[in-house]
């Protein structure tokens, strides 16, 4: 296989050199072993506002806010997978980040299918699945495998480097990186024998009929 595989990771924490970070270096450097290209961009410390609904993407292609997303939106197009991170703040995600993947996931129209995501984070204490299962959710409703560990892919430390004594943690990151390179690259041979998934034609299914409104309240 002489494809090169691509891996765009996305770190939503504010801090440059947080804990955040530390669990992504522990993949980048498991990546580069497996002859993986890596570009790591944090977002969280930028003013990215949130999806104001007016689908001017549909028209556009890319989101009418001219600004980190659409650049994001090129390189997940032609990356094989994404990484995205987020500290947690009240068991959420950064809400920076949440704006940011509302507005790339929903914006970007190309084929996300058998690309491979996966989420990582960092709290002090508490937080970390609720979060984790928050950031999947792109993954999931975009046809994309979700890559997994030895276990939910955390690391805990609240002040800067604390994650460094974190030892479970860290493996957990590098198992990560490991099973979802292996992910990738079987998708990728998979790809050149069977290509991708049939595909049946869209249906969308609202709760309530757009043509009986007779329960709607006048």
């Known amino acids: 296989m002489e494809k090169t ?20 270096r522990e993949m980048e450097r498991v990546f580069a072993e497996q002859g993986i290209q890596v570009e790591t961009i944090q977002i969280g410390g930028q003013a990215i506002r ?26 997940f197009e032609k990356a094989d997978g994404l990484v995205v991170a987020s500290p947690v703040y009240y068991a959420s995600a950064n809400a920076t980040l949440v704006a940011c993947l509302d507005r790339l996931f929903y914006s970007s129209h190309f ?9 990582v984070v960092c709290a002090r204490r508490g937080g970390c699945s609720a979060t984790f299962d928050e950031l999947n959710k792109y993954f999931t ?7 997994s560990s030895q276990y939910w892919n955390s690391v805990h430390g609240r002040t800067p480097g604390e994650a460094e004594g ?25 790809k050149e024998q069977f290509g991708l998934p049939e595909k049946e034609e869209r249906i969308s299914t609202s709760f309530m009929s757009t043509t009986d409104t007779s329960c709607v309240k006048k």
């Open 5 to 24: 595989i691509k891996v765009l990771m996305i770190n939503g924490s504010p801090r440059a050199e947080g804990n955040t970070a530390l669990a992504l």
């Open 50 to 75: 949130g999806c104001v609904a007016c689908n001017g993407c549909a028209k556009l292609g890319k989101c009418v806010y001219d600004d980190i997303v659409n650049e994001l939106a090129v390189k």
């Open 111 to 119: 084929d996300k299918t058998m690309k491979v995501g996966a989420s």
């Open 141 to 147: 409703i975009s046809g994309m495998p979700v890559a």
């Open 166 to 190: 974190d030892g479970e943690g860290r493996q957990t990151m590098r198992t990560l990186a490991r099973n979802m390179a292996f992910l990738m690259k079987s998708i990728a041979l998979g």
